[in-house]
T-cell receptor, first 111, second 109 residues
């Protein structure tokens, strides 16, 4: 186990809805990165948070947003869900830009 | 941007066999990791290895940064080694991990 927990494990939403995914980082880790992984592909970087500030962002639209809290846990919010948002969403925690440790992921299905 | 290539894309082996997975990259890196993703989607951090050699049980990894490649060795394969192995790295001018396409490993009993 990595010590990184994600909730919920599975989620079903309909197109146009909004979703919030949660991640608790490993103890002592101050950086959280979020990834989207479509079936059969490698993870795609969404964004990273360091000490409650967005530290970098991949090629995702603004309807993907996030937060990091003082205890370094994090949320990923997706508005106006589209069918293509169906994927495994992975959270990874690290100490700065060091090795990343992943949670088990949230599998999102958009119908 | 930095390019990452993994080979082979697929590998099928009998239990007990040894294997070598390769990751080539196009620029200097300050962070390179090997991950194993099991059939349930969990990504396990195997090695943090921007340079040098590390070993952990039946697994070992070597990164030759000057020649821009990394190798993951799996010895005496077990069926639980099945899954997808990813190489992910960060270049000197990047803040995000760049991922290879992965090597899908199937170990048959």
């Amino acid at each position: 186990e990595t010590g990184v927990t994600q909730s919920p494990t599975h989620l079903i939403k309909t197109r146009g809805q909004q979703v919030t995914l949660r991640c608790s980082s490993q103890s002592g880790h101050n950086t959280v990165s979020w990834y989207q992984q479509a079936l059969g592909q490698g993870p795609q970087f969404i964004f990273q948070y360091y000490r409650e500030e967005e530290n970098g962002r991949g090629n995702f639209p603004p309807r993907f947003s996030g937060l990091q809290f003082p205890n370094y846990s994090s949320e990923l919010n997706v508005n106006a869900l589209e069918l293509d948002d169906s994927a495994l969403y992975l959270c990874a925690s690290s100490i700065g830009q060091g090795g990343q440790y992943f949670g088990a992921g949230t599998r999102l299905s958009v119908l | 941007g930095i390019q990452v290539e993994q080979s082979p894309p697929d590998l099928i082996l009998q239990e007990g066999a040894n294997s070598t997975l390769r990751c080539n990259f196009s620029d200097s890196v300050n962070n390179l990791q090997w991950f194993h993703q099991n059939p349930w989607g969990q990504l396990i951090n195997l090695f943090y290895i921007p340079s040098g050699t590390k070993q952990n049980g039946r697994l070992s990894a070597t990164t030759v940064a000057t020649e821009r490649y990394s190798l993951l060795y799996i010895s005496s394969s077990q069926t639980t080694d099945s899954g997808v192995y990813f190489c992910a790295l960060r270049g000197d001018s990047n803040y995000q991990l760049i991922w290879g396409a992965g090597t899908k490993l199937i170990i048959k009993p």
